[in-house]
């Protein structure tokens, strides 16, 4: 081993024949270590090896007498330091070699490196032999006034300082006796379950209670830890909750071109007033109390629909690209902020959407009942639908909500009533199974319109599979026009010029293309799957 070896374990598997030579120790009196006594620049191994092979062992035989070893427990010993200190002093220059003293073999140091490391190292030195470990009995005294003045009402913070002023410790090792205490004293729980991150049912309590209006110093007063850790706790539930809001949006090219407050004002601003002439609706009879509320929210216009809504998700698109911006590791306060207050103010938006159109899924919920089943069940699940419909709802293509929210109430319902959806299958003729035209006195005139707008925009989306002379047929013989009655086939053949048989067959070739254009779009028509 050459001159330079740093530190390695003692070696316990005995060592090759030849490896370690004999020697006799020096009887020369230990000479006391300090930095008045002469220094020697030699190296700090004498090579031991035989025919030019340096062994890993150095005879302390072949040592100059001026110049001894010392092992590793007498330079402990000497200068008042723990043997892991030694050891990491070599990284700052003390070196040492494995040697054979008094029969055994022992890291050991020259004199000389010794006191040219504390030489250059003084401070090191001195600082070192001031610390000392801790007694059992003192940890034992110090846990006991701990939990005495735990019973006090005094937070960790207070304990530490308290008992670090009386005992002359560190503030950090009676923290650290504290946190390795807390499995045995509940009081000390702070420190191993608030501040290591790995108490998160703790921390989420925290945050409610917080949340609930608890201030940070009852907080800290009630779990026994600083308000740093308290605040700590709260920054990471919270970052973790905008982490996880549902801030999907429907995106426009419009929200990108917003760059001035004048223009975001346009956006956010009150929503514009509706019709001073609208008619109010009557709440139908046998509506429970507690529904006919309902009734009296006004409904939106087309207006109010598009800025409602175009408000809602530009609240939302901000909010997550401010999101986008958030650093989990350490978190802006007046960031999150920011984002939480855009986040309520689109629910409340959202909140708004609905309430409007609440009766709607009533008046479809009454009409599909049918006489079985639970009404408020209906009801339940048709909100559910609303909700969704609100998310997913495009404003920018220019259709009506309620168009859009009846057809996923309808569709809602057909899944949880399959039989009254096979039941209309199965009495459904081929004109009322696509167009169903024929209105229904008992419904609310409300959602009539809505099915009406939602028919149109269907037909509107497959028509364009017929060609010229098939289209005619079909507003022929369904009346599909402006103001026009179904013809029979005798009247389309004169209106076209071809017999009624040909009218026949061009009808069925129509509604056999608009039943596969409506499969392949899986619009919802009954009796077509």
Aim: charged share 30%; aromatic share 8%; with cysteine.
């Amino acid at each position: 081993m050459g001159a330079n070896t740093l530190w390695m374990p003692k070696q316990t598997t005995p060592l090759e024949d030849g490896q370690v030579l004999t020697m006799s120790v020096s009887t020369q009196k230990k000479k006391p270590l300090g930095v008045d006594t002469p220094v020697c620049f030699e190296g700090d191994l004498v090579a031991s090896a035989t025919d030019g092979a340096a062994s890993s062992v150095s005879k302390a035989s072949d040592v100059q007498e001026e110049d001894p070893w010392i092992s590793l427990e007498d330079l402990s010993r000497d200068l008042n330091v723990s043997t892991k200190t030694l050891c990491r002093w070599r990284r700052y220059g003390l070196v040492g070699s494995r040697v054979e003293l008094e029969g055994r073999v022992r890291w050991a140091f020259r004199r000389s490196t010794v006191q040219r490391f504390i030489q250059q190292n003084k401070q090191r030195v001195e600082r070192a032999a001031q610390f000392s470990q801790l007694t059992p009995e003192e940890k034992d005294s110090i846990l006991t006034e701990a939990r005495q003045i735990a019973q006090q009402g005094a937070s960790l913070a207070e304990m530490v300082r308290r008992l670090s002023d009386r005992t002359g410790r560190s503030p950090e090792t009676i923290r650290l006796l504290l946190k390795r205490s807390a499995d045995r004293y509940p009081e000390f729980r702070g420190f191993s379950g608030v501040s290591e991150g790995v108490g998160k049912p703790l921390k989420r309590e925290i945050f409610e209670r917080y949340c609930r209006g608890e201030s940070v110093e009852s907080l800290a007063k009630a779990y026994r830890c600083s308000r740093t850790t308290i605040y700590r706790a709260i920054m990471q539930i919270r970052v973790e909750k905008i982490l996880q809001l549902p801030l999907d949006y429907v995106g426009s090219e419009e929200f990108a071109r917003i760059r001035t407050e004048s223009q975001e004002r346009a956006v956010l601003g009150p929503t514009p007033p509706g019709e001073t002439t609208a008619r109010k609706v009557r709440c139908p009879p046998d509506i429970p109390p507690y529904l006919a509320s309902l009734y009296e929210t006004p409904l939106l216009t087309q207006q109010q629909e598009r800025h409602l809504f175009r408000k809602m998700n530009y609240l939302k698109y901000k909010a997550a690209k401010l999101r986008e911006q958030l650093d989990p590791r350490h978190p802006d306060a007046a960031l999150m902020d920011q984002i939480e207050q855009l986040y309520d103010q689109a629910v409340a938006v959202k909140n708004e959407i609905i309430r409007a159109n609440l009766r709607l899924v009533v008046s479809i919920a009454k009409r599909r009942l049918r006489g079985s089943g639970d009404f408020f069940d209906l009801v339940s699940d048709g909100n559910m639908s609303l909700i969704r419909a609100v998310e997913k709802f495009d404003y920018t293509r220019g259709y009506k909500f309620s168009t859009y929210a009846t057809w996923a109430i309808v569709k809602n319902f057909a899944r949880s009533i399959p039989n009254e959806l096979r039941h209309q299958e199965r009495f459904c003729t081929s004109a009322e199974e696509i167009f169903l035209t024929t209105p229904d006195q008992r419904s609310n005139p409300y959602e009539q319109q809505s099915l009406r707008d939602l028919r149109q925009s269907q037909i509107a989306r497959i028509f364009d599979r017929l060609d010229q002379r098939e289209q005619e047929v079909i507003r022929a013989r369904f009346g599909l026009g402006p103001d026009q009655q179904p013809r029979t086939l005798r009247e389309v053949g004169q209106l076209l010029g071809v017999t009624k048989e040909r009218v026949r067959q061009l009808e069925t070739r129509a509604i056999h293309k608009l039943r596969q254009a409506a499969q392949e779009e899986r619009l919802d028509f009954f009796g077509i799957n």
